[in-house]
């Protein structure tokens, strides 16, 4: 019933801009905290980005500080991350993700009741 779903991944050049788009149904969605993991092969799943219901509330991982900007708009119950000045290391399939619990770490990921299927962003050097 609850279904988030990721767009906007893809392949670019070291230095271009990507906006990813998190759709979300079947919840409440101004009732969530909303996120954007990252996995990369071989690799563990790390944190990105997360917004509380107010947008005045972010956060982020140093790796993607200064080049990345996650927003949301509730109206549409949709969050996005903005990505600018990608790397080949930013390559990853990306998670959208949604916590109701408003105290829990919001970079942890047992924090999150419920996950997209993940879009792949390629950074070619």
């Known amino acids: 019933q609850v279904q988030l779903v990721e767009s906007g991944g893809g392949l670019v050049q070291a230095g271009d801009s990507l906006r990813l788009s998190c759709t979300a149904s079947g919840l409440t969605f101004s009732t969530y905290e909303m996120g954007w993991f990252r996995q990369a092969p071989g690799k563990e799943r790390e944190f990105v980005a997360s917004?509380?219901?107010?947008?005045?509330?972010?956060a982020y991982a140093d790796s993607v500080k200064g080049r990345f900007t996650i927003s949301r708009d509730n109206a549409l119950n949709t969050a996005y991350l903005q990505m600018n000045s990608l790397k080949p290391e930013d390559t990853a399939v990306y998670y959208c993700?949604?916590?109701?619990?408003?105290?829990?770490?919001?970079?942890?990921?047992?924090?999150?009741?419920?996950w997209g299927q993940g879009t792949q962003v390629t950074v070619s050097s």
């Open positions: 993700t949604a916590k109701l619990l408003i105290f829990s770490s919001v970079s942890s990921s047992s924090s999150y009741n419920y």
């Open positions: 917004i509380r219901r107010s947008n005045a509330m972010t």
